[in-house]
């Protein structure tokens, strides 16, 4: 059984930083499609970052020089370091993964930026 357990949310100033973490269980990340996505209130999820399996990475316009998705093998964990947080930032953060044609979703964590 797949499970992506995400933790690291909470409220933070402008300016700051954060990382959320997403701990996989049933599917090895290091063989998998993995991304990053957000929603805010009344918004369509957006994709911020992504990283196929073998460590390249993409990132949003929005994040670009801010976040950085990153994964860790040994504990078939993913990572998105925030820094230079800004208010538009604010959404929930969901942890996906995709493994053999499947698509796995975390929970969601929320992320709120204080202005």
């Known amino acids: 059984q797949v499970q992506l357990v995400e933790s690291g949310g909470g409220l933070v100033q402008t300016g700051g930083s954060l990382v959320l973490s997403c701990a996989a269980s049933?599917?090895?990340?290091?063989?998998?499609?993995m991304s990053w996505d957000r929603q805010a209130p009344g918004k369509p999820r957006e994709l911020v970052a992504t990283m196929i399996s073998r460590g390249m990475t993409n990132y949003a316009n929005s994040v670009k020089g801010r976040f950085t998705i990153s994964r860790d093998n040994a504990k078939n964990t993913a990572y998105l370091q925030m820094n230079s947080l800004k208010f538009e930032d604010t959404a929930v953060y969901y942890c996906?993964?995709?493994?053999?044609?499947?698509?796995?979703w975390g929970q969601g964590t929320q992320v709120t930026v204080s202005s």
């Open positions: 049933g599917i090895d990340l290091s063989s998998s499609y």
């Open positions: 996906h993964a995709r493994n053999w044609g499947y698509d796995y």
